[in-house]
């Protein structure tokens, strides 16, 4: 296993002080995965203190978490998180460790660990995995160190961590362990509602993010209540060959891993429940489940603090995820004026995911297909740099105002919005000497 040079230089440092120092965790798991780690963690043996005396005078260091041992060695720009090894006592939170005692121990260290496949290190003898951690990556397996019951009671939030890791590496989670983790979720009301989504985000972008969703729905209904209702409720429609949460699960895991894409596609149906009906033929229906979904999914992300700009990028997926797209080149214009294509371009990817997880029949193949027109309509009136907003026009205020064909007030803005109207509409060149031209007809 090759180590950056920047790792490399601060071991050596440790270590000629007399310290064990060796990379743990996270980046080990990855590096034999055949990933380069995002980040470098070092255990050691020296207190907080100590490694700042190492650094000094070479590489500043912050504290980012004296009472767990942990300071930030900044070598040559790149940070890299030094904790002294540790062992933690009674987590009456479920969250946090009431002690922290520092040992001079990696093996003891490590015990403490949540996962055997981030309870590993490499020291200058190679890897220490004391839990079998490198036959669990092989295997594909998430095992917790230990008794998992007792993992899961110190850190609630290692239960989410549990699904994000299966999730993100596409792996199992070990029988046992899944059973502790179902039996522990209620404790998952301890844990913030920022650590909350951090978790759900990374677990919604991995490879295997359905196929968590699909097996664990009952955990992540803890997160999101509104999961709930979902969790095997029957659809009775022809277009639907799954359950409802089987469906959604299904139609993120058909979804680029794009975050509002996947996040929308988590809670586009979740109002189903609330308003659904059966016609006089048994067949179902969720009318209005669009707008009823798009305010349930703004609160949701609320509920969980998630920043605000994905909050309306996900309320405006939801709202529309339902609604036909337009078919005509005008059409395709004005929700390009209304929209721009990088919002169209992750409806498009919903409403596909969502499609393409009903049953294969005649109105969706048929939606399918709008959605293809729909494209082709849109990127090209984008090839050709067609007029879809005001800013894109020929004219403007200024122009008309100069030309004497209006005076300021709302009478101009109501021009403006007739010209780019007959721009968009075909009916007008988005030509300066025709749109006057126009301006001027339209005194009277």
Request: charged share 25%; glycine share 10%; net charge positive.
């Amino acid at each position: 296993m090759e180590l950056p040079a920047h790792v490399t230089d601060l071991l050596r440092a440790l270590r000629a002080a007399g310290f064990v120092a060796c990379p743990v965790g996270g980046c080990v798991r990855d590096s034999l995965l055949g990933r380069l780690p995002q980040d470098w963690d070092v255990g050691t043996s020296a207190l907080p203190d100590q490694v700042k005396a190492c650094a000094a005078g070479r590489w500043p260091v912050a504290d980012t978490g004296l009472v767990h041992g942990t300071v930030t060695v900044v070598v040559d720009g790149a940070p890299v998180e030094v904790t002294t090894f540790r062992a933690e006592q009674g987590y009456s939170d479920h969250r946090r460790p009431d002690r922290v005692r520092f040992v001079q121990s990696l093996e003891e260290d490590l015990a403490r660990r949540d996962f055997t496949i981030n309870a590993m290190a490499l020291t200058e003898q190679g890897l220490v995995d004391p839990f079998g951690g490198r036959e669990d990556l092989a295997a594909g397996v998430v095992r917790c160190v230990g008794e998992p019951a007792r993992r899961f009671s110190e850190d609630a939030l290692r239960i989410l961590r549990a699904l994000r890791f299966a999730a993100c590496l596409d792996f199992d989670i070990e029988p046992a362990t899944l059973a502790a983790a179902r039996a522990a979720a209620p404790t998952l009301a301890r844990v913030s509602a920022e650590r909350k989504f951090a978790e759900l985000d990374k677990l919604l972008a991995g490879p295997g993010a359905g196929r968590v969703l699909a097996g664990q729905g009952d955990i992540l209904a803890r997160v999101v209540p509104a999961i709930g209702p979902c969790l095997g409720f029957e659809l009775y429609s022809p277009r639907h060959k799954l359950d409802l949460w089987a469906h959604t699960a299904r139609a993120l895991a058909l979804a680029p891993p794009v975050q509002a894409v996947r996040w929308a596609l988590l809670l586009h149906d979740l109002a189903k429940p609330d308003c659904f009906v059966r016609d006089e033929n048994g067949v179902g229906h969720a009318p209005g489940h669009a707008a009823q979904g798009a305010a349930l999914a703004g609160t949701t992300l609320r509920g969980l603090k998630a920043p605000a700009r994905l909050i309306r990028r996900v309320e405006a997926l939801v709202r529309l995820h339902d609604t036909p797209l337009p078919q005509t080149l005008p059409g395709a214009r004005r929700w390009l004026g209304r929209w721009g294509w990088p919002f169209l371009e992750q409806l498009l990817a919903v409403k596909r995911a969502d499609l393409a997880a009903h049953a294969d029949c005649e109105a969706i193949r048929r939606r399918l297909e709008e959605a293809g027109r729909f494209e082709v309509l849109a990127r090209g009136a984008l090839a050709r740099g067609d007029c879809v907003t005001l800013d894109q026009l020929a004219v403007n205020g200024a122009d008309l105002l100069a030309a004497g064909l209006c005076a300021p007030g709302p009478r101009l803005g109501r021009l403006l919005a007739a010209a780019l109207d007959g721009v968009v509409e075909g009916r007008l060149p988005n030509e300066k000497k025709a749109l006057l031209a126009w301006a001027a007809r339209q005194k009277n």
